[in-house]
């Protein structure tokens, strides 16, 4: 029996990902602030794999607290955690909501991980596993027109190959893997737009929708491919997913700078 926890799983990439998860078996729990779509998601994968498949935990990532009793719920229920996806994040770059952003996409993500070294490392008793965080390909590229939420997702993307690393694993047994999605529709995060921009200037803002994303990826091709990456994905390792085709691993070059550690 594996466990899985997903973050973010009510809507969009995480949903898609709970349904997979199930459907090879795993145990799934889901955690996200948006409650109804969450507890219809679960009673679904309880009725089509059998009760006890999946758990609804009602969980605000930029809560510790919040966060820390999902963790354990998932314990009290299972036993044991084997892996992590935490999905849950939002765009907001608006003068009100940017804070947010940071809360949630970024002290969600290091929230997560630091608790998935408690729950699930051998340092602690564990039995090791996979932490999985989903972060965007927007943490590449400049990007003017999103410089908040791009930042928050380069943060994700820093931190989990800091996390990946040999002498990290050494000590914990958890791989750390950064997934890096290209633009997707069918989800919820792109909702309300014209509010969530960092200038609310119409030229500033229609190269981000003079369609240069081409057509969009479904949720559901994103959600495989977290699968493939869970299951192929080396300590560490950075993958992206675009057009709709499966996970693509990305080597990032190395700039030489003299060693830390
Ligand atoms: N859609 C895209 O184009 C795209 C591209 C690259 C990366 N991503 C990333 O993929 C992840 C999933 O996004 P999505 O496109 O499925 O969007 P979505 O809005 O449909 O899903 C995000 C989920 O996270 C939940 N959530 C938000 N704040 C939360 C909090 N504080 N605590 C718990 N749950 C919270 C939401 O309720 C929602 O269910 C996000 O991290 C997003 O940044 C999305």
Redesign the pocket.
């Given at each position: 029996m594996k466990v899985a926890i997903v973050?973010?799983?009510?809507?969009?990439?995480?949903?898609h990902l709970c349904q997979r998860l199930a459907a090879q078996n795993y145990k799934v729990a889901i955690?996200?602030?948006?409650e109804k779509?969450?507890l219809d998601l679960c009673n679904n994968l309880n009725q089509t794999y059998g009760s006890g498949s999946c758990i609804f935990c009602k969980?605000?990532?930029?809560d510790e607290t919040s966060f820390k009793k999902s963790f354990e719920m998932t314990i009290k229920e299972w036993g044991k955690i084997d892996i992590l996806v935490n999905?849950?994040?939002?765009?907001d770059d608006s003068p009100e909501g940017w804070r947010k952003s940071i809360?949630?996409?970024v002290k969600?993500i290091i929230s997560g991980s630091l608790l998935a070294i408690q729950y699930m490392g051998m340092n602690h008793g564990g039995n090791g596993g996979i932490v999985l965080n989903?972060?965007?390909?927007?943490a590449f590229p400049v990007c003017p027109v999103l410089p908040i939420?791009s930042s928050t997702?380069a943060a994700i993307l820093k931190f989990t190959r800091d996390m990946g690393t040999e002498h990290q694993y050494q000590l914990h047994g958890i791989k750390f893997i950064t997934m890096?999605?290209?633009?997707?529709?069918g989800?919820?995060?792109?909702r309300n737009s014209e509010k969530k921009f960092i200038f609310n200037d119409e030229n500033f803002v229609k190269p981000f929708y003079a369609g240069k994303f081409g057509v969009?990826q479904s949720?559901d091709n994103?959600a495989q491919g977290i699968m493939e990456s869970l299951h192929k994905g080396e300590n560490g390792s950075v993958w992206m997913i675009e057009d709709e085709k499966g996970a693509r691993k990305i080597e990032i070059p190395e700039i030489k700078v003299k060693e830390f550690v």
């Open positions: 973050t973010g799983g009510s809507s969009g990439i995480g949903n955690l996200d602030v948006e779509d969450g969980c605000d990532v930029s999905n849950a994040g939002l765009w809360d949630v996409n969600g989903v972060a965007s390909i927007v939420y997702k890096c999605p290209h633009a997707t529709g989800s919820k995060l792109f969009l949720v994103v």
